[in-house]
T-cell receptor
Framework: DSGVTQTPKHLITATGQRVTLRCSPR?????VYWYQQSLDQGLQFLIQ?????ERAKGNILERFSAQQFPDLHSELNLSSLELGDSALYFC?????WGDGNTIYFGEGSWLTVV | GENVEQHPSTLSVQEGDSAVIKCTYS??????FPWYKQELGKRPQLIID?????GEKKDQRIAVTLNKTAKHFSLHITETQPEDSAVYFC?????????????FGQGTTLQVKP
């Protein structure tokens, strides 16, 4: 158990809908990262927050948004869902920001868009 | 932009043989290089990492080497066992941006045949 908690574990929804994925980082970690892993694909970096502020942005679609709350949990909002958004979404956390911080992954949220 | 290339995409070895996975990165400012192991449907788990001030690091049957001049690093697994079968991802820290985010390679599916 990495200490990073993600909910829900599985989610099935229809095209055009909106979903919210939730992440609680490890105790004491201030940085949260979101990654997308599609079938047979690698880990694509979406976005990073540190202590409530956005730190880095990757290939995140405009239909997707995220935030980190004062209690440090984070939510990834996916809207106007398309079939291609079906993927495993990972949240990860680290103590600080900056290169060299060990990053721990949660178990992921499986999203299926039908 | 930041990019990490990983080879081979698949690797099949006999139990007891060695396995080598190679990665190259584009951002010369990158200074942290972790390796993650991901079993089917599970979260990526850190197995070893190396920082730019070190050329080689070893942990039991696993070793990583880094050549900063050539911008490549490799994972070496000796005396492979069936439980080593998984997908392995290399990663490089964000480099110039120094946010701590990781850019991942495409992954290598390692199969160890008994």
């Amino acid at each position: 158990d990495s200490g990073v908690t993600q909910t829900p574990k599985h989610l099935i929804t229809a095209t055009g809908q909106r979903v919210t994925l939730r992440c609680s980082p490890r105790s004491g970690d201030l940085s949260v990262y979101w990654y997308q892993q599609s079938l047979d694909q690698g880990l694509q970096f979406l976005i990073q927050y540190y202590n409530g502020e956005e730190r880095a942005k990757g290939n995140i679609l405009e239909r997707f948004s995220a935030q980190q709350f004062p209690d440090l949990h984070s939510e990834l909002n996916l809207s106007s869902l398309e079939l291609g958004d079906s993927a495993l979404y990972f949240c990860a956390s680290s103590v600080g920001w900056g290169d060299g911080n060990t990053i721990y992954f949660g178990e992921g949220s499986w999203l299926t868009v039908v | 932009g930041e990019n990490v290339e990983q080879h081979p995409s698949t690797l099949s070895v006999q139990e007891g043989d060695s396995a080598v996975i190679k990665c190259t990165y584009s951002d010369s400012a990158s200074n942290y290089f972790p390796w993650y192991k991901q079993e089917l449907g599970k979260r990526p788990q850190l197995i070893i990492d190396i920082r730019s001030n070190v050329g080689e690091k070893k942990d039991q049957r696993i070793a990583v080497t880094l050549n900063k001049t050539a911008k490549h690093f490799s994972l070496h697994i000796t005396e492979t066992q069936p439980e080593d079968s998984a997908v392995y991802f290399c990663a490089a820290s964000g480099g110039s941006s120094n946010t701590g985010k990781l850019i991942f390679g495409q992954g290598t599916t390692l199969q160890v045949k008994p």
